[in-house]
């Protein structure tokens, strides 16, 4: 198995409007990352969450193709500071409005192909301190 770590993190400003977004994804015991900042266009703060988490997982399906990796020889550690985000994808909390359900249902899909997928809430600040907003 293969560890990597993705975290992400999203916001805008009003909310809702323009919003924002960065994860990373790191290998475990590598120094080497992803790392992108993303404008994500009209949304609100949970919106901009979502779409980050969903960039992150996107770019990270991508490299572990271009690497031949395949996803079931994965474990993910996905942290960010989104208690609703990560609630509803470890489905501990309900989705109920549709537009939340469908960005759940996206996640889920594209994490299917992982062999183990675990979900750690951190702090805001540790939030900040890695992407600066």
């Given amino acids: ?9 999203g916001g ?17 015991a ?4 992803i790392s992108r900042r993303l404008r994500l266009g009209h949304g609100t703060n949970n919106e901009a ?4 988490l969903l960039a ?14 395949d996803p079931s020889q994965v474990r ?3 942290r960010g500071d989104s208690q609703l985000v990560i609630r509803q994808v470890e489905g501990e909390w309900k989705a109920k409005d549709p537009r939340m359900r469908q960005l759940r249902d996206e996640a889920l899909r594209l994490l299917k192909p992982f062999a ?3 979900f750690s809430h951190q702090d805001r600040s540790r939030s900040v301190a890695m992407f600066g907003h």
């Fill in 12 to 28: 805008s400003r009003g909310n809702p409007g323009p919003a924002y977004g960065s994860f990373r994804i790191q290998r475990r």
């Fill in 116 to 118: 183990e997928i675990r």
């Fill in 56 to 69: 992150g997982l996107r770019a990270f399906l991508e490299q572990l193709r271009a690497e031949g990796i």
């Fill in 30 to 33: 590598a120094r080497a990352s």
């Fill in 76 to 78: 993910l550690e996905i």
């Fill in 1 to 9: 198995m293969i560890d990597y770590t993705l975290a992400f993190d």
């Fill in 49 to 52: 969450e979502y779409w980050a």
